[in-house]
């Protein structure tokens, strides 16, 4: 999405504690571990709207390997380069069903993490509180459009690792939560506007310069 065990474990990308509900604790060390994510990868250019990984489910995560950590790696170093806030594997042109944040909420408060697999929760009608803010997306450059999305979010997945984990946000970072797991079903934000709203976002985007590395859609 575009902007808007031990110590030395956790830093070089462990398993995060969790919290009394079970929810991940992903606002501690967060300099440290992303710029030890970061620091081990290399930035790969941003795939954008057409290419057609960005437009299908893709795969799920079954190895939890040291292929996958280097995918990992890469993502933080993509999505720092990109100056994004959140990245899904297809928009680096990768077919796996995982995502990376760095982003805070709406308190300014940092979450960074890794969610592979992830599966949104379905929200009782209560929380379903709607916000109408600004969206943007790395694979839409230079485009932002309003889009109604739930102010709360609850994603079951595995870490990097592979053990379950449960991440919650609100506001801004409950956006991004459901905003890459979208992509990872095959769905832009842009999909989710109307046709006319959708047109709009094409033509910032057709408009503006992207300030990353994008993947041409010959």
């Given at each position: 999405m575009a902007q808007q065990d031990t110590e030395q474990q956790a830093v070089?990308?462990?398993?995060?504690?969790?919290?009394?509900?079970g929810f991940v604790i992903d606002t501690e060390d967060t300099e440290e571990r992303e710029?030890?994510?970061?620091?081990?990868?290399?930035?790969?250019?941003?795939?954008?709207?057409?290419?057609?990984?960005?437009?299908?489910?893709?795969?799920?995560?079954?190895?939890?390997?040291?292929?996958?950590?280097?995918?990992?790696?890469d993502m933080f170093a993509s999505?720092?380069?990109a100056e994004g806030v959140g990245l899904?594997?297809?928009?680096?042109?990768?077919?796996?069903?995982?995502?990376?944040?760095?982003?805070?909420?709406?308190?300014?408060?940092?979450?960074?993490?890794?969610?592979?697999?992830?599966v949104l929760d379905e929200l009782p009608s209560e929380r379903r509180v709607l916000d109408d803010s600004n969206e943007g997306c790395l694979s839409v450059p230079t485009a932002y459009a309003e889009l109604a999305r739930p102010d709360y979010a609850v994603v079951r997945g595995q870490d990097e690792k592979g053990n379950p984990i449960v991440v919650r946000g609100t506001g801004y970072f409950a956006r991004c939560l459901q905003h890459e797991t979208d992509h990872l079903y095959g769905y832009l934000y842009i999909d989710r506007l109307s046709k006319r709203?959708?047109?709009?976002?094409?033509?910032?985007?057709?408009?503006?310069?992207?300030?990353?590395?994008?993947?041409?859609?010959d």
């Open positions: 070089a990308g462990g398993v995060l504690p969790v919290d009394d509900e710029a030890a994510y970061r620091a081990r990868g290399t930035a790969r250019p941003i795939t954008v709207v057409g290419n057609p990984v960005l437009h299908r489910e893709t795969k799920d995560v079954t190895a939890f390997d040291a292929e996958l950590a280097q995918l990992v790696d999505q720092r380069a899904a594997a297809n928009q680096i042109g990768v077919d796996k069903k995982v995502f990376v944040y760095d982003c805070p909420d709406d308190e300014g408060v940092r979450h960074v993490g890794v969610v592979c697999n992830p709203e959708r047109k709009d976002a094409l033509r910032q985007m057709a408009e503006g310069t992207p300030r990353y590395e994008t993947v041409p859609n």
